[in-house]
């Protein structure tokens, strides 16, 4: 089911930048060349808590090619006294070696900088740190509620309304369970990598992340610089997820850069990122619902528990989704952190949605069975018409033209309720379904587009393209604002000095950054005087939707999507195949149907990987992970993922100039909770705990 469009956005248009990706003309931050290029090879602890007593430099200045080493005697000086683009103050695991504690297993202790990686790489291996240890603590478990606290993060910790016990006391059928989710990781294809250099008095970083002028202004926040002095260019990124902002790396090449004034490059290898590159934080989880015998629901109540650092606050707000998702009387729902000694958890993927939906629709599914009720049906009688909570207005909700799109395409009229009742030869066979949801949000963003006087036209923008086809939605967004066809239409992005707009995350980028697009290319339309020549350096018009996007309505602004799974199951060896997945979203006006399609799917498979094989497994004793590179990180392999199948109903904003909500997320969101429903449905036994290995089946 597609969209009703005119002209550009709405039909599939291939990568602009595909063929130079697929024939290696495009160049990632690591390979880009430099005159005079020295490189950074970071150094991490090999303790989990304590204080560096002596970094022995001598015998590794004498190693070949080797320029410098910093730490925490010789760094320059940084500060963390101030907020970044986000509105947060920054993770203090940035500010390097500025002093001697170490704060976690892999946190950075020196640079090693030389004339060749190869060089940097064998002193750093040779460095000697010596140590003071102390005691660490990483064990996260649900026992350790008792010493959590209540943490806000993006999304206040704890919201009430109702009365919770007079519910339950009043609730025909009671589900009271809990769900466990594991440490996570977001390790994107293109490592982290970035080269510094002052040039013209400028500090000019070459990066790969999600947004230039987010990096660029932490960067000049931590080196007390004027923000018009640092330049940040981000032009091809193999991946984010949410792990792609300010990191160990740029910060590391920028001092090295500054000390030895010539160009520096940092690249974190793989086993680094899974100490410097953020995660998801596990998550111990308790979800009551109360329900009346036509299932009504009279409770929803979701607690989660979660870990942060010893060094930053980072909340995953796992409770935070059953806030919109479905009508009650009583909604409770609250996100607590415990302080571990462990890196710090950040953003990644749908974060608090992806686990915190997994809990939530894995107890609706357990209260359908128990009410006996079918689990779309019981969605369906939940559904609220305004924010359950909040009392708002949906900007457009559709997700039951989800249920009934998905549910016709799936088959599930067929379905059988009973679990463990189907076979094929040895596999045991279920379906199951989940819903999903994640905020959309416009944030305001600046562009400029210019008619050229050889009739084509750029588009600048400092949008962040993360491997999403956001500059090719971009081109199909100018390419009907200006109502010419695309191949006229250049889009620059990824450059701190294109202006401000916002990162490439939330699932706010193609929606934020279409809207000043949109925006430059209606004032550009109105000063053209048809006929009139272009002078040489064309004409500009510029955007800035700060007042517009602020005018926004307050409204419940969210992407639907209903997940759909069948399984089969190995009662003998525990083996979990998934054998197909159906996922239909209301996200909006789709602008690129075939680069959205990629989007949701991967989301998709991600939820398939994170309900059967996705688990970071920390050692209490050393404090470290095991296995930590995606040897040891087991992810969905092709071998494991089935034919999947995204689609989406008609569902524009009424309040976008584009009709546009956002996709980034939203693919991922009970997309494990749909498999695991499915588990139980081939089986008749729950999983709670993810992921649902094969151990934990037999
Ligand atoms: Mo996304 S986790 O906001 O990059």
Known sequence: MTTATRGAVGTAHTRVEGRDKVTGAARYAGEIPFADLAHGWLVLSTVARGRVRSVD????????????????????RVTTDYVGLLGVPPDPTVALFQDDRVAHMGWPVALVVAETSEQAREAAEALVVHYDREPHDVAFSAERDAEAYPADGHMPAVVEKGDLEAGLAASAVVVDERYTTPEEHHNPMEPHAATARWEGGRLEVVDSNQGTNWVAGELAGLFSLDPASVRVRSEHVGGGFGSKGVRAHQVAAVMAATVLQRPVRVVMTRRQMFSLAGYRSPTAQRVRLGADPDGRLRVLEHRSLNLTSAVYEFVEPSAAAGRSMYAADAHHTASRVVRLDVPSPTWMRAPGEAPGSFALESALDELAERLGIDPIELRVRNEPSVGPVSGLPFGSRNLIACFREGARRFGWAERDPRPGVRRDGRWLLGTGTA??????????????????ADGTFTVRINAADIGTGARTALTLVAADALEVST??????????????????????????????????????RRSLVPGADIPPEGITARSNTAEAVGALAQKERHAFGAQFAEVAVDPATGEVRVRRMLGVF???????????????????????????????????????????????YHVAAHADVPPIEADWVDDPDPDDPVGIKGIGEVGIVGAAAAVANAVWHATGVRHRSLPIRPDRVL
Do not use: C, K
């Open 57 to 76: 430099t001598e015998a590794v200045l004498a190693m070949p090619g080797v320029l410098t080493v910093l730490h925490h005697h010789n760094a320059p």
């Open 435 to 452: 819903a999903g949801s994640f905020p959309t949000t416009a944030m305001p963003s600046t562009a400029a587009v210019t008619a050229e």
């Open 487 to 524: 191949d006229r239409v250049r889009v620059h992005i990824g450059d701190s000095d294109l202006g401000p707009a916002i990162i490439a995350g939330g699932s706010m980028g193609t929606r934020s950054w279409s809207w000043a697009v949109t925006a430059a290319a209606d004032e550009l």
């Open 586 to 632: 209301a996200a909006g006006r789709i602008v690129n149907p075939l680069t959205a399609r990629n989007q949701l799917v991967g989301g998709m498979i991600w939820g398939l990987s994170m309900a059967l094989h996705e688990e970071a497994v920390r050692d209490r004793s050393t404090g470290g992970l095991y296995g930590a590179d995606l040897a040891g």
